[in-house]
């Protein structure tokens, strides 16, 4: 099989260089080749070779920085992929790896020969040391800990490495255990504290033991996950362990993982609409979607535990204890008006039989929704807010984040408003398509951003609609999470000098564009083995117009506002693997819709009014506190010493959360055009009270309608 599998990536390349087709297309043609060159798939390992030769080649052919499969490859791999298997340094000693130390270097060749005996004694010994530390924390945990000794504990695995032998390896355990015993012991102490004279007191040590007790029940639940995972959970590690080390947005997802993208993307999804957790060997209703089909029922609410799954009306009910939580959430989702029968154990401890028809569940909270506040200066200020945006490629009637923000400006236009405030904070991206054209709903016509394949070839997304939908002041909120999609928005409309950006002192810093292939579509037959799932690469990066790109910098607002982050470094930066930061030629570009004058005076003011406020000069003194925190790793296993440094940073986090319970936004309310979609039922009645609470409490909102104001007086 390795001599046959070495073969194809020379076939393949030669394929694509005689016939010149569309890269994508070449590609498939190739990958169908491999099935010809190998044996019928008699287990995992066929499987295994079959997905690995696959993602190689797409790989290869396909990501925007293509990367030699060689040694330094090989080296890369082996200590990323045993850093995502251990990557707490709980399991594997250093008397482990050298077991298959010798691997090291051969990853490369494995990766070309379809092998996976790397993959294999790698989850031998993890899986022996699962065995082994489950002893560990039991044995521990059996005992008092003595929290009077002057001992510390270094939390961060990256200085503490890997032990040298079982010995130094079950020392950490303990000083692990201890801590997370202390902490609850902590919380039980200030607990009984505030009872009173009323509940009976317990004494230190009845209060350790229930510590160390609900300790090892966490211990029990997540040992209990792990062991019970499958040889595929593993399997999409190792892969993703290979797929990140090209960029940390490439991504292999087997079949229920890509179901759960598409749900994200598309806000929508075909199931009963609630959402599941583990708890030991039980999948139990952590949440239930208002106005979903299990919402409707009456009959299945949170925390009921689910113990059995049938389909239809004549389908044997399966037994779900035990089963890891995706192959429950396979069998419960499903295809648009079928009929699932769950066996449900209640609260109360009886059983009960629920009948669901599936539907289609909107997840209404990820849609673009709008507002009007009414300033202290007799302003209307539109507030529109894009949690993500989305796209329902799967349906053409589905919701669409630029058709639903063309609808949210029309409506604010109607109510006449003399501005309009874009958030995008916390927005992660989506749809390309939709940003393009959204954003050209506040300029003429004109490029938007340069897309530049790996090919060098460049191409210019333009705005070619001449419709303006909105020509007056406009700002942009973003923060460090506002990623991808909401950089080219962002950017775009700052380099037209048609928006204000106010946010955060730099966007996430995401400045590539992926695409999700079909890995069943690569490959001809084996249906045996199908589904082997989807493979999301990198396969170009977007720049601004004016040449710069997003990667890792991010975009600067115009206007920086302090926030708990200010010190830390957030977004792609963060990752070792994190593609660079690189120019291309600027693209010519002018609008004539609005243009924004003395910018320097509007951020002379709202600097101003920052030195000024209380509240923003805590925000920085708070951001010093987050910075010190994080570089802080190794912690004390003294009670005494932990809890008088904990009721520090308690007191510290308290005093800044309660900064945020003041009204700072007055006079928000619904649009007129809202008022009867909102009063239909009592579940959007309570998502908008949400709605409306949370902008209230924002402060940022609050600078923001400040700067609305500065702009809409200066430009007049």
């Known amino acids: 099989m390795a001599a046959r599998t070495m073969n194809f990536g020379v076939r393949l390349k030669m394929w694509i260089m005689k016939f010149k087709r569309p ?56 200590a990323e992929y045993l850093d995502g298997l251990d990557g707490g340094r709980r399991f594997l000693t250093q008397e482990d790896l050298l077991a298959f130390a010798d691997y090291r270097t051969q990853l490369d060749d494995e990766a070309k020969s379809g092998s996976f005996e790397f993959f294999d004694r790698s989850l031998e010994h993890f899986d022996a040391a699962l065995v082994k530390t489950q002893a560990y924390y039991r044995e521990i945990l059996s005992q008092p800990f003595n929290f009077d000794l002057k001992e510390s504990f270094e939390s961060d695995p990256e200085k503490r490495g890997y032990a040298a032998n079982d010995a130094e390896l079950k020392k950490v355990w303990y000083h692990l255990l201890k801590y997370e015993t202390m902490t609850r012991l902590a919380d039980k102490m200030e607990n009984q504290e505030k009872e009173g004279e009323e509940t009976p007191v317990k004494s230190f040590a009845e209060l350790e033991k229930e510590a160390r007790a609900s300790v090892l029940e966490l211990y029990n639940d997540w040992f ?34 890509k179901q759960n993208f598409d749900i994200r993307f598309s806000g929508r999804l075909e199931g009963i609409g609630a959402t599941l957790q583990t708890v030991g060997d039980y999948t139990k209703v952590s949440s239930i979607v208002v106005g979903g ?19 239809g009306n004549e389908g044997e009910f399966k037994d779900v204890t035990g089963m890891v939580i995706n192959d429950v959430v396979q069998l419960i989702r499903g295809k648009k008006g079928t009929l699932v029968r769950l066996l449900v154990k209640k609260v109360d401890g009886t059983t009960k039989e629920i009948q669901i028809i599936r539907d289609i ?5 990820g849609w673009a929704r709008s507002l009007i506040i009414d300033s202290n200066e007799n302003e209307r200020i539109g507030y529109l807010n894009l949690p993500s945006f989305y796209a329902d490629f799967n349906d053409p009637n589905g919701r669409f984040c630029a058709r639903d923000v063309n609808t949210e400006i029309e409506k604010l236009k109607a109510e006449k408003v003399n501005g309009i405030i874009l958030d995008l904070r916390n927005n992660g991206g989506g749809s390309l398509s939709d940003v393009v054209r959204m954003t050209g709903f506040f300029l003429e016509t004109g490029p938007i951003v340069q897309i530049k394949s790996r090919d060098g070839q460049t191409d210019v997304l333009r705005d070619v609609d001449s419709r303006v939908q909105y020509d007056g002041p406009l700002i942009v909120l973003v923060n460090n999470f506002s990623a991808s999609a909401s950089e080219i928005m962002a950017g775009a409309l700052q380099d037209y000098g048609r928006a204000i950006i106010v946010g955060t002192k730099s966007t996430y810093g995401k400045g590539t564009v992926q695409r999700m292939y079909d890995l069943d579509m690569a490959v001809r037959g084996y249906d045996e083995i199908k589904p082997l799932g989807d493979i999301k690469i990198t396969t170009q990066k977007f720049y601004r117009i004016t040449g710069g790109s997003n990667q890792l910098t991010g975009v600067i607002p115009d206007i920086i506002l302090p926030d708990q982050y200010h010190f830390v470094d957030i977004g792609e930066r963060e990752d070792a693997h994190a593609m660079e930061w690189t120019e291309i030629p600027k693209v010519d570009f002018q609008q004539n ?14 600097q101003q009014r920052v030195n000024n406020d209380p509240l923003f000069q805590k925000i920085y003194s708070r951001a010093k506190e ?24 308690t007191a510290a986090s308290n005093a800044f959360r309660d900064l945020f319970k003041d009204t700072f936004v007055k006079n928000a309310h619904n649009l007129a055009a809202d008022e009867t979609v909102i009063n239909t039922e009592e579940s959007s009645k309570a998502r908008n009270e949400d709605f409306l609470k949370g902008v209230a409490k924002d402060i940022y909102l609050r600078e923001t309608m400040n700067i609305m104001h500065d702009m809409i007086v200066l430009n007049k």
């Open 23 to 78: 890269l994508f297309f070449s590609v498939i043609l190739g990958v169908f080749l491999l099935a010809a060159f190998l044996p019928k798939p008699t287990g995992n390992g066929e499987k295994d070779a079959i997905l690995m030769q696959t993602i190689r080649v797409f790989l290869d052919q396909l990501h925007y920085r293509p990367l030699t499969f060689d040694d330094n490859f090989s080296e890369k791999l082996y």
């Open 361 to 365: 569940v909107q997840l209404e909270d």
């Open 224 to 257: 209990d996950r792990m062991m019970k995972m499958k040889r595929d959970d593993r399997r999409s590690l190792y892969f993703n362990s290979l797929t990140h080390l090209f960029d940390p947005h490439t991504e292999f997802f087997e079949p229920v993982e």
């Open 293 to 311: 089909p299990a919402w409707k029922t009456k009959e299945i609410f949170e925390n009921d535990i689910i113990l059995k799954v049938a389909q």
């Open 593 to 606: 819709t609005y243009r924004i004058r003395k910018m320097d005076e509007i951020k002379k003011r709202s």
């Open 626 to 649: 987050v910075k010190e925190q994080r570089e802080t790793s190794t912690y004390s296993l003294n009670l005494q010493d932990y809890v008088a440094t904990q009721k520090k940073m």
